[in-house]
């Protein structure tokens, strides 16, 4: 290994989060600063989140902490 670790996104939470508050994907991703896209890869798995990602979630939502949205892994998605 050579140290790296990728950002995970808790997707139930964040799911659950966005449907509780009323906010649609492309909302969500107008807010964050990244395309509807970026926010459907990521919340399908398929993209681990950028660093314009993690930070757009937490300034533009300040009822959201770094922990209740994101994790770490030694593991990269490819």
């Known amino acids: 290994m050579d140290g790296t ?3 995970l996104v ?3 939470f964040l799911q659950t989060y966005l449907e ?3 906010i649609s994907q492309c909302q969500f991703a107008e807010e964050v600063g990244v395309t509807q896209s ?3 890869r990521i919340m399908n798995g398929k993209r681990n989140p950028g660093g314009k990602f993690v930070t757009g979630v937490l300034q533009g ?3 959201l902490s770094f922990d209740e949205v994101f994790s770490c892994s030694d593991n990269l998605l490819k």
């Open 20 to 22: 509780n508050k009323g």
């Open 10 to 12: 808790d997707v139930d």
């Open 38 to 40: 970026t926010v459907n």
């Open 61 to 63: 939502f300040n009822d």
């Open 5 to 7: 670790k990728a950002i």
